[in-house]
Nanobody, 126 residues
Framework: QVQLVESGGGLVQAGGSLRLSCTAS????????MGWFRHSPGKEREFVTV????????DYADSVKGRFTISRSLAGNTVYLQMNSLKPEDTAIYYC???????????????????WGQGTQVTVSS
């Protein structure tokens, strides 16, 4: 079993920055594909970004490219989401997700992930 605990959400003005953290327990992040998704009212859960088990491949939704960066700390078994130049449309509950991986392939669909954190609210005011 993998447990994921997120932190770092909050209220920020448009143009500001936030960093979300997701700490995994139960397995090392080097055995996991890990991603961030977000969910806002009236919309389906949306892919934001992913990092594969080797850490060598990342992917981003077009809406966040150039503004968001995913990274990880092996020592802390933690994945980070650095969010810059935030916009009101980035307001959502952000979820960390993980799946065990035997390859370096990455995944972007919510159904591909087996483990989810509790979510953390990000609110961007205009």
């Amino acid at each position: 079993q993998v447990q994921l605990v997120e932190s770092g959400g909050g209220l920020v003005q448009a143009g500001g920055s936030l960093r979300l953290s997701c700490t995994a327990s139960g397995r090392a992040v080097t055995t996991l594909t890990m991603g961030w998704f977000r969910h806002s009212p009236g919309k389906e859960r949306e892919f934001v970004t992913v990092i594969n088990r080797s850490g060598g491949t990342t992917d981003y939704a077009d809406s966040v490219k150039g503004r968001f960066t995913i990274s990880r700390s092996l020592a802390g078994n933690t994945v980070y989401l650095q969010m810059n130049s935030l916009k009101p449309e980035d307001t959502a509950i952000y979820y960390c997700a993980a799946r065990t991986s035997l390859s370096t392939r990455y995944y972007t669909a919510p159904d591909d992930f087996d483990y989810w954190g509790q979510g953390t609210q990000v609110t961007v005011s205009s």
